[in-house]
Nanobody, 128 residues
Framework: QVQLVESGGGLVQPGGSLRLSCTAS????????VTWFRHAPGKEREGVSS????????KYADSVKGRFTISRDNAKATVHLQMNDLKPEDTAIYYC?????????????????????WGQGTQVTVSS
């Protein structure tokens, strides 16, 4: 059974940092491009950041550019999302999703149905 697992969420004060991780069982995450999505209460789920299978190409939503950094360690089949200077509006459940595509392609933030696998999410709360 394929399972993506997110970890690293929690409660942090504004201006603080968190590092999310995405791992997988039942598949080699190194064979997929990965996107982090988030879903805040009362809002639609949105794409936050994507990384290609090779790790050479990345993409960010305008709202997180300069604050978030996506990376991957294919030897450990793990994808990270380093989140700095967190704001209350970053509060959401964060999901990682795996996407089968060409090695240097970053997946789209749209067409969520095209993603192959999703995790269960990890809660990030930014509050003083």
């Amino acid at each position: 059974q394929v399972q993506l697992v997110e970890s690293g969420g929690g409660l942090v004060q504004p201006g603080g940092s968190l590092r999310l991780s995405c791992t997988a069982s039942g598949l080699n995450l190194a064979d997929y491009a990965v996107t982090w999505f988030r879903h805040a209460p009362g809002k639609e789920r949105e794409g936050v950041s994507s990384i290609s299978m090779t790790g050479t190409n990345t993409k960010y939503a305008d709202s997180v550019k300069g604050r978030f950094t996506i990376s991957r360690d294919n030897a450990k089949a793990t994808v990270h999302l380093q989140m700095n200077d967190l704001k209350p509006e970053d509060t959401a459940i964060y999901y990682c999703a795996a996407y089968s595509t060409l090695p240097t392609m970053t997946p789209p933030f749209t067409n969520e149905g095209r993603y192959d696998f999703w995790g269960q999410g990890t809660q990030v709360t930014v509050s003083s």
